[in-house]
C-alpha cells in the first residue's frame, strides 16, 4: 500500500510560485507512474502533470505546459510540483496520486492511491 503526504500549498498573488511536495512510503514505486491532479470549486478533479517514477518521462495537462514542472527525488521519496507563473484559475485544491504501471496519459479513474489535498489560492 502507497501512502502519500501533500504539502506546500497556500496563498500567493497572480505570476507567483509555489511549490508542492508529495512525500511517499509503504513500498517501491520504480514501477509508477505519479500524477498531480486538482480541483477547483464546483468543478470535476483533473490531471495536472506526471511524471514515471524510474525513466525521464514527464507529461503535463495543455493547461500548465510551460509554467508548471513536476520532478521526483528517488533519494527523499518525493514528487514535487513546481509551479511558476501562477493565474487565478490555477486556484484549486490540489492533490497527488499513484498508479502502478508506466503510463503516458493519466486520469482519475485509473490512480489507485491518492494524497491528501492542499489548498492553492491565487490572488488577482
Known amino acids: 500500500q502507497v501512502q502519500l503526504v501533500v504539502s506546500g500549498g497556500g496563498l500567493v498573488q497572480a505570476g507567483g510560485s509555489l511549490r508542492l511536495s508529495c512525500a511517499t512510503s509503504?513500498?517501491?514505486?520504480?514501477?509508477?507512474?505519479m500524477g498531480w491532479f486538482r480541483q477547483a470549486p464546483g468543478k470535476e478533479r483533473e490531471f495536472v502533470a506526471g511524471i514515471w517514477w524510474s525513466g525521464d518521462i514527464t507529461f503535463y495537462a495543455d493547461s500548465v505546459k510551460g509554467r508548471f514542472t513536476i520532478s521526483r527525488d528517488n533519494a527523499k521519496n518525493t514528487v514535487y510540483l513546481q509551479m511558476n507563473s501562477l493565474k487565478p484559475e490555477d486556484t484549486a485544491v490540489y492533490y497527488c496520486a499513484a498508479r502502478r504501471g508506466l503510463e503516458v496519459s493519466l486520469t482519475t479513474s485509473l490512480m489507485e492511491a491518492w494524497g491528501q489535498g492542499t489548498q492553492v489560492t491565487v490572488s488577482s
Open positions: 509503504g513500498r517501491t514505486l520504480s514501477s509508477y507512474t
